[in-house]
């Protein structure tokens, strides 16, 4: 399995050239490209610890807007350089989710997605912890269902607020939709009864 599907690496974890002095360094992150703008989508689950650009000193200094993702071993996973941000700090990640968009902005020398995963999230969201970070997808990624379902229980819904919106699913459905469509509205309406705590039905 490649965690990375759907883009092109430009620059793999580990020493490098650095791309602005020429110098030898440790190259923190694996670069990723699909195109400018293009959507990028979570590759762990996890809480938005940070969403917007890395200021200096903080641990994301350099990196332009930074989403940062808190995962359930405590891991920090970063994706820098976004041209912009779709998501808030607090906010529950699934896999697969959009988080922003690909871009230049930061210390870049073109529009891609530097992807870095900290083992540490204290201090300065654990700078300097980092990992191989295909190592460490391809070991949690089989997983990563399991993880997206423990993070998708945590949504605590009130009753009435879920009965609400199951009746007003109900009436957009309504009785002539299709058996898919029918079948849809089920599977929705049993996620808000598992939300608020409810049987399925
Ligand atoms: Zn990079």
């Known amino acids: 399995m490649n965690p990375f599907d759907g883009y092109r690496i430009s620059s793999p974890y580990g020493p490098r050239k650095d791309p602005f002095t020429g110098q030898p360094v440790h190259h923190t992150g694996i670069d990723l490209v699909k195109f400018h703008?293009?959507?990028?989508?979570?590759?762990?689950?996890?809480?938005?610890?940070?969403?917007?650009?890395?200021?200096?000193g903080t641990g994301?200094?350099?990196?332009?807007n930074v989403v940062a993702i808190k995962d359930s071993c405590g891991a920090i996973q970063f994706y820098a350089?976004?041209?912009?941000?779709?998501?808030?700090?607090?906010?529950?990640?699934?896999?697969?989710?959009?988080?922003?968009?690909?871009?230049t902005t930061g210390r870049s020398t073109g529009s891609h997605l530097h992807f870095?995963?900290?083992?540490?999230?204290?201090?300065?969201?654990?700078?300097?912890?980092?990992?191989?970070?295909?190592?460490?997808?391809?070991?949690?990624?089989?997983?990563?269902?399991?993880?997206?379902?423990?993070?998708?229980?945590?949504?605590?819904?009130?009753?009435?607020?879920?009965?609400?919106?199951?009746?007003?699913?109900?009436?957009?459905?309504?009785?002539?939709a299709s058996k898919d469509a029918q079948a849809e509205f089920h599977r929705l309406a049993n996620e808000l009864r598992k939300a608020s705590g409810q049987a399925v039905q």
Do not use: C, W
């Not at 703008?37 to 650009?53: D, K």
């Not at 994301?60 to 332009?64: A, D, I, N, Y």
């Open 37 to 56: 703008q293009a959507p990028i989508y979570a590759f762990m689950p996890g809480m938005v610890v940070h969403a917007r650009e890395g200021l200096v």
């Open 81 to 103: 350089h976004l041209d912009s941000t779709a998501v808030k700090v607090g906010q529950q990640i699934m896999a697969g989710q959009m988080i922003g968009r690909q871009g």
């Open 116 to 176: 870095e995963v900290r083992l540490k999230s204290t201090p300065s969201y654990g700078y300097g912890t980092d990992t191989n970070p295909g190592v460490y997808l391809e070991r949690f990624m089989p997983n990563v269902k399991e993880l997206g379902k423990v993070e998708g229980a945590k949504i605590n819904m009130d009753k009435k607020d879920a009965d609400k919106i199951i009746l007003f699913l109900s009436a957009a459905y309504g009785a002539t």
């Open 60 to 64: 994301f200094g350099g990196f332009g």
